[in-house]
């Protein structure tokens, strides 16, 4: 006897069993309650979350027996045929092996003749974005005026890739990928149902890896349970799938906050050993970095990120010390490693990768040691002055700014400035107090600047800062958001519109994608 996979035998059969679209379902039921059924439909959204589903439950709500209905009764020979694939009224044509202007021609001549058993003949083209343009153009007065006896569900995983001309033909429906919480409730009633026994962390595990798929989640589950039998461990869904235990993540985690490299690079070696690919740790990690952040800006456990009581407590212990910022520059700078990890090398990718977190981390040594060291004064040198403002019209920042600075120079000048006279504002221990100083000022407005920036040098030109960058704070200059809270607090402190540049170790001017658009602006004229 043949087996029946999970995902179709759980398959929705009636709109109540349609899990995580709500908007879809009441739209749909309400339209057949009221006679509003229209001629052609846009089924949009990601893999797996009951597209072709809901398609197959409206072809046989309009086609019932008992009658056009809310919900079909599943128990009429209709409603069977449909549901195994065999009612001549309801046809399905896969657009990816269908997609050209032969078989939307051969489409066009059937939809004139009437049906054959139901009331309504239904097409349903999944993948429509694979349709070619002629095919899209040939569909085009069919979809627009057809006969009355007919209804179009184009079903597509890309929207972006459908002509408007055809969208404009259709109601659009923009399926959502399924929230983690339903997913795992709908996985427990399978398990149930099939008296299965589980550990509570293999839902999880799966639920990660379907990515709001259901039916990637079900298809998981079944993987499971044929390797596991009646019961299902957390070891289990990491040897059958190759996921990385979340363990190993946290332990990277707490090797990169508690300044243990080695340790760090050896948990790497051992699990790479054990037949773990380095994707698969690369995504774990990154998928519990965003937790943390998510953790940490929301001041709790946020209804979004799953993680029982158990993990949650391990995890706010371990970055309870750590800033929301440090947490975002590391998920950024993993973001952007991501190709590095999937090249030639990818073992030493994943080291270097590590070694940059743990090198991002150490700003938080600079910050405590800024906080604890003594400050001296600084010596301010005779130059160019900046006046006060008088406009009332500025900001109540700038003008505080400016009112504070009379008479100072625009330059940060510190003991051992250089002898070109562009003050050097590196090492943490001397930090000018005068009002002059950029530095102080930004230790009052933003302590995240305050610590990255507290250890590079920054002199004043002209209408702008000058910031010089080491290998170790090159992300800086790529980092958007950092560039405009800078040019935003050195603009309020000069009392004037500064600009933000970077230099190198060995001085040249780095350029940023704000110099391409000023460039790209004076080269067009706009």
């Given at each position: 006897m043949s087996y029946t996979v999970i995902a179709r035998r759980w398959r929705p059969r009636q709109f109540e069993d349609v899990v995580g679209q709500p908007h879809v379902v009441t739209t749909l039921k309400n339209s057949i309650k009221r006679g509003r059924v229209a001629h052609a439909y846009l089924f949009a959204g990601p893999r797996g979350v009951g597209k072709t589903s809901v398609s197959r439950i409206l072809a046989k709500a309009v086609n019932c027996v008992e009658g056009v209905r809310e919900e079909p009764c599943n128990k009429c020979h209709t409603c069977t045929a449909i549901d195994s694939g065999g009612f001549v009224d309801v046809i399905e044509i896969d657009a990816a092996s269908n997609r050209g202007i032969d078989e939307i021609r051969e489409l066009r001549e059937t939809v004139r003749y009437l049906p054959m058993e139901g009331r309504y003949k239904v097409y349903i083209i999944d993948e429509a974005h694979m349709l070619t343009e002629?095919?899209?153009?040939?569909?085009?007065?069919?979809?627009?005026?057809?006969?009355g006896h007919n209804i179009f569900i184009l079903a597509t995983t890309e929207s972006q890739?459908?002509?408007?001309?055809?969208?404009?033909?259709?109601?659009?429906?923009?399926?959502?990928?399924i929230a983690e919480p339903q997913i795992i409730e709908q996985l427990k009633r399978i398990c149930l149902d099939e008296q299965i026994e589980y550990d509570e962390?293999?839902?999880?595990?799966?639920?990660?890896?379907?990515?709001?798929?259901?039916?990637?989640?079900?298809?998981?589950?079944?993987?499971?349970?044929?390797?596991s039998g009646k019961h299902v461990f957390e070891k289990d869904i990491v040897d059958v799938i190759g996921v990385v235990q979340?363990?190993?993540?946290?332990?990277?985690?707490?090797?990169?906050?508690?300044?243990?490299?080695?340790?760090?690079?050896?948990?790497?070696?051992?699990?790479?050993?054990?037949?773990?690919?380095?994707?698969?740790?690369?995504?774990?990690?990154?998928?519990?970095?965003?937790?943390?952040?998510?953790?940490?800006?929301?001041?709790?456990k946020p209804p979004f990120v799953f993680m029982d009581d158990e993990e949650y407590e391990r995890v706010t212990a371990l970055i309870g010390e750590v800033e929301y910022y440090e947490i975002q520059n590391m998920v950024y700078h993993m973001l952007e490693s991501e190709d590095l990890v999937?090249?030639?090398?990818?073992?030493?990718?994943?080291?270097?990768?590590?070694?940059?977190?743990?090198?991002?981390?150490?700003?938080?040594?600079?910050e405590s040691m800024i906080e604890a060291a003594p400050v001296k004064e600084a010596r301010v040198e005779?130059?160019?002055?900046?006046?006060?403002?008088?406009?009332?019209?500025?900001?109540?920042?700038?003008?505080?700014?400016?009112?504070?600075?009379?008479?100072?120079?625009?330059?940060?000048?510190?003991?051992?400035?250089?002898?070109?006279?562009?003050?050097?504002?590196?090492?943490?221990?001397?930090?000018?107090?005068?009002?002059?100083?950029?530095?102080?000022?930004?230790?009052?407005?933003?302590?995240?600047?305050?610590?990255?920036?507290?250890?590079?040098?920054?002199?004043?030109?002209?209408?702008?800062?000058?910031?010089?960058?080491?290998?170790?704070?090159?992300?800086?200059?790529?980092?958007?958001?950092?560039?405009?809270?800078?040019?935003?607090?050195?603009?309020?402190?000069?009392?004037?519109?500064?600009?933000?540049?970077?230099?190198?170790?060995?001085?040249?001017?780095?350029?940023?994608?704000?110099?391409?658009?000023?460039?790209?602006?004076?080269?067009?004229?706009?």
């Open positions: 002629p095919a899209f153009n040939a569909l085009l007065k069919t979809l627009e005026e057809p006969p890739k459908i002509p408007y001309t055809i969208m404009s033909r259709c109601q659009r429906f923009d399926f959502r990928r962390k293999v839902l999880s595990y799966v639920v990660r890896e379907a990515d709001g798929s259901l039916r990637d989640a079900e298809s998981l589950l079944d993987q499971v349970i044929a390797y979340r363990d190993v993540a946290y332990g990277i985690m707490k090797c990169v906050i508690g300044k243990d490299p080695r340790a760090g690079l050896d948990l790497i070696a051992r699990t790479l050993d054990e037949g773990h690919d380095v994707y698969q740790i690369y995504k774990g990690l990154v998928s519990f970095l965003r937790d943390c952040l998510m953790i940490k800006v929301w001041n709790g999937r090249s030639l090398f990818p073992r030493i990718s994943l080291e270097i990768l590590f070694i940059n977190l743990y090198n991002l981390s150490q700003l938080r040594d600079v005779p130059g160019p002055r900046v006046p006060e403002r008088h406009d009332s019209t500025a900001p109540a920042d700038t003008q505080g700014a400016g009112a504070a600075r009379q008479g100072v120079r625009e330059e940060v000048v510190r003991e051992g400035a250089h002898e070109d006279g562009l003050s050097s504002v590196a090492g943490a221990a001397c930090v000018g107090t005068e009002p002059g100083d950029l530095l102080t000022y930004l230790r009052e407005k933003s302590k995240m600047l305050f610590a990255i920036l507290s250890s590079l040098e920054l002199r004043a030109e002209g209408d702008g800062v000058v910031v010089s960058l080491d290998k170790r704070s090159a992300f800086i200059k790529n980092d958007a958001a950092i560039v405009t809270e800078l040019k935003g607090h050195a603009s309020a402190f000069f009392g004037r519109d500064m600009a933000i540049r970077f230099v190198d170790e060995s001085g040249t001017r780095v350029e940023t994608i704000d110099d391409y658009v000023k460039e790209a602006e004076l080269l067009f004229k706009v």
